[in-house]
């Protein structure tokens, strides 16, 4: 069930609008980013973390992996213009054909149980993603009119990590800058391959830290696991 975890860091943060990258806010006085990353380093099966970084970060970024003694990551990359260039950049460190996982740092809230279903998943079937059903009703919209009711049964709202055999991940990638294609996620690079990928129920919780209000969201979560804890 070993795996590496390609970590993309290297936003600006815009929607945030914390003035800085917002893996840097503090949540319980400790950054978003370290929070990330602990999730990994705590994990036995996690073997090598890829961080990939916007350079101006790269001296803050490299005290707090000291300050917090975060050993996994061996390799800091240089981020690129889009999150796929990122990953990408970070991809090419990575050799041989085991699993590789690919996650948001702005996802802090992901637990280890369902990262190692979604590994043992990806180790079945080559390609696997982490996801919950889609809560409310769907629409098509154009110019803001409505065309049609997407039925909901068939809808999920897709997350990360995202896992895949490291081979299917890498011809992903080439063909997508071959031909100039940018998606939103790494799953649908590997879809223009034709490839199946399977999906893992995760949960609500495993919010991306976007907008200012996410953060009372992640305040709440936070005080939910302490009690679950205690
Ligand atoms: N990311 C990255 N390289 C980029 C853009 C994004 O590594 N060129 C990372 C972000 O740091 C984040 C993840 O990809 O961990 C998801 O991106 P998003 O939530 O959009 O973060 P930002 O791009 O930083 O935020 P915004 O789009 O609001 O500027
Ligand atoms: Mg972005």
Redesign the pocket.
């Known amino acids: 069930m070993a795996y590496q975890v390609i970590?993309?860091?290297?936003?600006?943060?815009?929607?945030?609008r914390a003035g800085k990258?917002?893996?840097l806010l503090e949540l319980k006085e400790v950054p978003v980013l370290i929070h990330t990353l602990r999730v990994f380093e705590e994990d036995e099966a996690c073997r090598k973390i890829i961080l990939?970084?916007?350079p101006q970060d790269e001296k803050e970024i490299k005290k707090l992996l000291n300050k917090y003694q975060i050993t996994k990551v061996n390799d800091l990359v240089a981020?690129?213009?889009?999150?796929q260039?990122?990953?990408h950049n970070g991809l090419k460190t990575v050799h041989g054909d085991g699993i590789i996982l690919v996650h948001?740092?702005?996802?802090p809230f992901i637990r280890k149980d369902h990262i190692h279903r979604l590994t043992e998943k990806a180790e079945e079937t080559g390609a696997a993603i982490i996801g919950v059903p889609a809560k409310d009703t769907m629409k098509k919209v154009t110019n803001g009119v409505v065309m049609e009711t997407v039925e909901r049964s068939s809808l999920w709202v897709v997350q990360t990590p995202q896992a895949f055999r490291i081979s299917i991940l890498k011809e992903a990638y080439e063909k997508a800058a071959r031909d100039q294609f940018v998606g939103t996620d790494d799953a649908s690079l590997v879809e223009r391959l034709d490839a199946e990928v399977s999906i893992v129920e995760g949960d609500y919780d495993n919010i991306?830290?976007?907008t200012p209000e996410d953060l009372y969201f992640a305040e709440a979560i936070i005080k939910k696991r302490e009690k679950e804890f205690y």
């Open positions: 970590i993309p860091a290297a936003g600006l943060g815009k929607r945030m990258n917002k893996l990939a970084i916007n981020g690129g213009q889009e999150r260039h990122s990953i948001d740092a702005a996802r991306k830290l976007t």
